[in-house]
Antibody
Framework: QLQLQESGPGLVRPSETLSLTCTVT??????????WAWIRQPPVKGLEWIGT???????YYNPSLKSRVTISVDTSKNHFSLKLTSVTAADTAVYYC????????????WGQGILVTVSS | EIVMTQSPVTLSVSPGERATLSCRAS??????LAWFQHKPGQAPRLLMY???TRATGVPARFSGSGSGTVFTLTISSLQSDDFAVYYC????????FGQGTKLEIK
């Protein structure tokens, strides 16, 4: 059974780097059958796509976040990671990792999410 | 960026009745429109893609329609499990989501 589990610090200081990991069980990232993505939801706001990565390391980012985002994949650990630099309070959000299916062009399975607060 | 606007913000409907949720895109997205269901503390769930194709395991009481800039999600005969927040999302140019419609019990 597929499971995606986000992990990382729940509190990040302003101007620092937010780092999260999504561990995938029940599927192999290196199979190349799917892409893998990060999506976030700030408090009382809608969902925002952050970026998507393939097992090869090819990645695609939201233009509004591109200058601060890196998504990478570690096939040996079957997980993928998000780094967001120079964070501010506006980056406070629940961060979700998700599987992207190319056949339906969408995010067909999501993790439960992790709340990250940016505060000093 | 394509802006997605959902209406109403909150919809109160009694169990067993029909719910109709609307989504409008700021420019044409063709049929590149998906709907998600989100309950508090849970992972969002893909309901619909291609504007009208139900995702795996989604009951037939959920239906989607529309193309271009105007889309509708209809839930016939609401069940208690259906009360949640619903988001539309376009995937014509990258991915952007609407602000959501909260479907609550009347």
């Amino acid at each position: 059974q597929l499971q995606l589990q986000e992990s990382g610090p729940g509190l990040v200081r302003p101007s620092e780097t937010l780092s999260l990991t999504c561990t995938v069980t029940g599927d192999s990232i290196s199979s190349g059958a799917f892409y893998w993505a990060w999506i976030r939801q700030p408090p009382v706001k809608g969902l925002e796509w952050i970026g998507t990565v393939f097992y090869s390391g090819s990645s695609y980012y939201n233009p509004s976040l591109k200058s601060r985002v890196t998504i990478s994949v570690d096939t040996s650990k079957n997980h993928f990671s998000l780094k967001l630099t120079s964070v501010t309070a506006a980056d406070t959000a629940v961060y979700y990792c998700a599987r992207f299916s190319g056949s339906i062009h969408n995010f067909d399975f999501w993790g439960q999410g992790i709340l990250v607060t940016v505060s000093s | 960026e394509i802006v997605m606007t959902q209406s109403p913000v909150t919809l109160s409907v009694s169990p067993g009745e029909r719910a109709t949720l609307s989504c409008r895109a700021s420019q044409s997205v063709g049929s590149n429109l998906a709907w998600f269901q989100h309950k508090p503390g849970q992972a969002p769930r893909l309901l619909m893609y291609g504007a009208s194709t139900r995702a795996t395991g989604v009951p037939a009481r959920f239906s989607g329609s529309g193309s271009g800039t105007v889309f509708t999600l209809t839930i016939s005969s609401l069940q208690s499990d259906d009360f949640a927040v619903y988001y539309c999302q376009q995937y014509s140019i990258w991915y952007t989501f609407g602000q959501g419609t909260k479907l609550e019990i009347k």
